[in-house]
């Protein structure tokens, strides 16, 4: 699934069924997602996957949070998890247009002068290397994790600025609006090496993914909550479904037709074959 395209289909679903660009309720949400999930050709999985959920969230927010499940508890725990899903995919709905509205500004900013560039130079360069007190809440210190460095950070941004085609003033503020969304979600160092080596990664090999981001369609918060597998290439999401349908398929046979598929394979691949007879 290509992420520039399906942002630009959540944001025309909202402005369509919403009438806004954001959304604020959680039937809106529904609408919205409901029609999401009725375009021909969409997997719910890469669905799930973009918006950082589970296959079973998204799932039990089609069915209202109902299992029809007699456990009480269950039931109470499936209903808040539902509520947490339509949160995370409000936030996921909104995120796509105010980025349209954050890149417009960046881009329409243009080259700026030398003074311009010397300060956004050093105020790229004075990263602080501890947070602020209220960060210090959200990082946890219980874990003992130390933070990721201003030496860690500029390399950080100097390798994701290697993947991505763009001016080079319009790259640097790309690369920075990045590396904050990743230091605010991973604070600590070591998941910071590793999101960072993640996103530099399929930016290489997903070159549609660089191209949207770098023209304004994927929102940064999406490279970085969403899913691995949405991030994948295509030709690899396609292959990975052609794996669920046959692993679908398989596991809805009965056991007859089973042994049946299992003996034609085996005689297409020429297994248990007797031995050639020996040269005369």
């Known amino acids: ?5 399906f942002a630009e289909e959540v944001l025309h679903a909202v402005a369509g069924i919403c009438g806004d660009a954001i959304v604020e309720t959680h039937t809106q949400a529904a609408a919205v997602l409901d029609a999401l999930l009725r375009r021909p050709g969409t997997d719910h999985r890469e669905v799930a996957a973009v918006f950082g959920v589970s296959f079973e969230q998204l799932e039990r927010c089609k069915n209202g949070g109902d299992d029809n499940s007699k456990n009480e508890v269950y039931e109470n725990l499936c209903r808040l998890d539902t509520v947490y899903t339509w949160n995370v995919v409000i936030q996921r709905i909104n995120q796509a247009a105010h980025w349209r509205e954050e890149f417009r500004d960046i881009a329409n900013s243009g080259d700026s002068s030398d003074e311009e560039d010397a300060d956004n ?3 790229t360069s004075s990263i602080p290397a501890t947070p602020s007190p209220e960060q210090e809440e959200n990082v946890g210190p219980a874990q003992g994790e130390q933070l990721a460095s201003n030496q860690t950070r500029q390399r950080a941004r100097a390798l994701l ?9 319009l790259k640097q503020r790309l690369v920075q609006r990045l590396d904050d969304d990743i230091f605010e979600e991973q604070p600590g160092d070591r998941d910071y090496r590793h999101c960072v080596r993640a996103v530099a990664s399929n930016f290489r090999r997903n070159t549609m993914l660089a191209a949207g981001f770098s023209c304004g369609r994927v929102p940064p918060q999406w490279i970085v909550l969403c899913d691995a597998e949405a991030l994948a290439p295509r030709l690899q999401q396609l292959h990975r479904r052609l794996l669920r349908k046959e692993s679908l398929r398989d596991a809805l046979q009965d056991d007859v037709t089973a042994e049946c598929r299992r003996k034609a394979q085996e005689a297409a691949r020429g297994t248990n074959l007797a031995p050639p007879p020996p040269d005369l």
């Not at 699934?1 to 395209?5: E, K, P, R, V, Y």
């Not at 600025?161 to 003033?169: H, N």
Request: net charge negative; no cysteine; glycine share 6%.
């Open 1 to 5: 699934m290509d992420l520039g395209a």
């Open 121 to 123: 130079e050093t105020l």
């Open 161 to 169: 600025a290697k993947q991505l085609d763009a001016p080079e003033a």
